[in-house]
């Protein structure tokens, strides 16, 4: 069988080695968690800006209200006490999602095509994008409401020294003020975009930065006695369906009886 390689990962007997760096010497307590997530994702050790922004980025996603998607599934999937069950089928589910991780590729592929192209005309830009496909593209509209506002406090923790694709992502959110206007997986994209992570791994690193929020709720419900979840009231059903119909066969026979048939 032919050897697989990996630039991901070696043991030894007393030196580990994780994406080139000594895991006990170089990155132990020397780095936070987001900058990990990126090293395992990007395959780069972040700059202590840049480590800063993916900071900010972790921090802005932790919405762990359960009454949304995807934290949601996380309760509903951990309910007979497993978190990790809660976990991972919250993850999957935003794969392919128009929710959370799952649209960030295509978000952060037309942004570097933007930001390539230099383009001036960033209105046209932007309306070719909204009219790509159904319902509003990906990047834009949150909702319930107009704006997102999650960009705000985001866009203030990242500071004014900023790279192109964040500048880029500013300059959509200055100028095209009708709706839907841009939201926070653009800002997101856009900063994943600077510290040098390809599109394809846009999903996966925002599904670590996700997995926090998705965590927290999966835990409580995987240890809580509540057993709400397991099962919906049936108090809380309400039927929805036709009435039943009575077949003319069965009403000639006077509404009774229990041969196959009897009813339709």
Partial sequence: MPPVETRVGHAGYDVQHFRGHDLFAELTGRVSWASMACLAVGGRRLSSKEERWVDAVVSVAAEADPRIWPPKVARLAAARGHALAGLSASLIMMSGSRMGAGTHERVASWL?????????????????????????????????????????????????????????????WNEIPDPPRPNISLLASAVLLDVDIPPPAHVPMIGLVLSLPLAANAVEEAGSSDRALWRLPLERVRDGSPALRRSPRFERRGGSGSSSGSGA
């Fill in 112 to 172: 570097a095509e933007v930001v390539r192209d230099g383009d001036g005309d960033l209105v046209a830009a932007v309306r070719r994008w909204r009219q790509s496909g159904g319902g509003p593209p990906p990047g834009f509209g949150v909702p319930f409401r107009e704006v997102d506002e999650r960009w705000p406090p985001l866009d203030r923790a990242l500071g004014d020294d900023v790279g192109p694709h964040v500048a880029m992502a500013r300059r959509v």
